[in-house]
């Protein structure tokens, strides 16, 4: 259900090489819901393509922080895992330090890659405290939390969830229309960051819909997400033929998982049976316009 670990590697290697300064599926649905597959080992979400936020920090406190700041930012991305180590240590270490925003955003990418949903959300609430209007966290939390749900999961703390990412996503993109382009970042590569976060935050409210079973609700948002995202996830075509099945718009679910089933990841044969399904339902039982 999630991207490759390749790609989440290289869109942290671009935003990595471009940060001067601060930063910016796990499915488990209800037994009222369609049933979704679980992923496989090479599966992992996504990452966005570039941090929006890269105005420079102020001058260090001491030349010990700074230090501590360099290497963090100069380790490789290659092991995640270590440099997220390495962020721990550093906002332990520097509980109050100016760079502890760019710290958080790193984190809150680096957990995602490995798909660690809870500490991926407590460090995204964390840089949001002290960051509010970060556009890509916003986007990424607020799209990842509707994924990492359990079906255990009481009704309140279910519907809290999904509140609180609906509350992000709609905020991310309330933010990114005015956002100012950074001085050192190209025309080409802010558009570019602008329309994945938006995608992300689409996809996040076309899932929170999906979740409360408001299947003709989720289906612009999803079809916004596929059209900004700059790689197809399969997630959202499987999602948009899985709505569009279920509010009776057969032949475009047929085209939704038509597609999801030629891209690559977990999703491939569950799409194939889901097309095969979705032809019969087409062929046997009227459909709804839009």
Known sequence: MRSSRKQILAALALGVALFTGKPAF??????????APAATDKDKAQAPVAPLTLDAAPPPVNAEEDAAMKAFRDAPIADVAKKDQMGEEFVQKYPQSRYRVEVYGWLVRGYL??????????????ELELEPNDPQTLAIVGSMLPRAMSSSMPDAQREKRLAKAEQYCKKALEILPTYAKPANM?????????????AMAYSGLGLVAFRR???????PSLEQAIKLESSP???NFYLLGLCNEKASHFDDAVAAFTKCAVLPG???????SSTDEAKKLAATQLSVPK
């Open 213 to 219: 079973a408001k299947y003709s609700d989720a289906i």
């Open 233 to 235: 996830d399969p997630v």
């Open 266 to 272: 977990g999703l491939q044969a569950t799409c194939k």
């Open 26 to 35: 796990a499915q488990a649905p209800s037994s009222q819901q369609p049933a």
């Open 113 to 126: 890659s490995l798909g660690q949903m809870d500490k991926m959300e407590a460090a995204g609430d964390k």
């Open 186 to 198: 190209s025309d080409e590569l802010f558009v570019a960051a602008k329309n994945q976060t938006a």
